[in-house]
T-cell receptor
Framework: DAGVIQSPRHEVTEMGQEVTLRCKPI?????LFWYRQTMMRGLELLIY????????DSGMPEDRFSAKMPNASFSTLKIQPSEPRDSAVYFC???????????FGPGTRLTVL | AQSVTQPDIHITVSEGASLELRCNYS??????LFWYVQSPGQGLQLLLK??????LVQGIKGFEAEFKRSQSSFNLRKPSVHWSDAAEYFC???????????FGDGTTLTVKP
């Protein structure tokens, strides 16, 4: 298995632009997690899905952030409009079953200028 | 509510020396416990996990951890550290079926030559 796949690996954008991060979980995993990591705030859980349904989005910082999981093999995290304080590394992880160990992707490093 | 405390933000050890990273957790039910490692520029990788049974668990890269219910601890150990072990280490607690895991703030390990 290729593991969790994230794209792009690096994204540089200007403030106000829309950013879309993509994730393909490990085949057969039914839980998917989006995290954000910064030096200041560490690793933060933004949202997680179980069987494509959002279960807990309490970590989503504000309405500018949205996440979708249209099917079991694809998820997106969108930021619109982006701001410099959104600069971070965003990780996607998947697991089976819920609560078991999580498999992390390599991350997307986002820089908002 | 579940929580994880990693008391040591940063630890420095000499190559070849032994290592112990501390982790204390708070969880109302029987916990699932994990240790993850994050090398620079990488995603988190599972080192080991405890679900039940033998309280001393072996992981990859020569690491082991011991679950002590009476102390609510799950400390990570390695008898002889290698320079390649320099990384950030995260302890996490969850439960099967509970969905998300709670991560500690991480401990950064520096290895001196």
């Amino acid at each position: 298995d290729a593991g969790v796949i994230q794209s792009p690996r690096h994204e540089v954008t200007e403030m106000g632009q829309e950013v879309t991060l993509r994730c393909k979980p490990i085949s057969g995993h039914n839980s998917l997690f989006w995290y954000r990591q910064t030096m200041m705030r560490g690793l933060e859980l933004l949202i997680y899905f179980n069987n494509n349904v959002p279960i807990d989005d309490s970590g989503m910082p504000e309405d500018r952030f949205s996440a979708k999981m249209p099917n079991a093999s694809f998820s997106t995290l969108k930021i619109q409009p982006s701001e410099p304080r959104d600069s971070a590394v965003y990780f996607c992880a998947s697991s089976l079953p819920p609560g078991a160990e999580q498999f992390f992707g390599p991350g997307t490093r986002l820089t908002v200028l | 509510a579940q929580s994880v405390t990693q008391p040591d933000i940063h630890i420095t050890v000499s190559e070849g020396a032994s290592l112990e990273l501390r982790c204390n957790y708070s969880y109302g039910a029987t916990p699932y416990l994990f240790w993850y490692v994050q090398s620079p520029g990488q995603g988190l990788q599972l080192l080991l996990k405890y679900f039940s049974g033998d309280t001393l668990v072996q992981g990859i890269k020569g690491f082991e951890a011991e679950f002590k219910r009476s102390q609510s601890s799950f400390n990570l150990r390695k008898p002889s550290v290698h320079w390649s072990d320099a990384a950030e280490y995260f302890c996490a607690v969850g439960a099967l079926g509970a969905g998300k895991s709670t991560f500690g703030d991480g401990t950064t390990l520096t290895v001196k030559p």
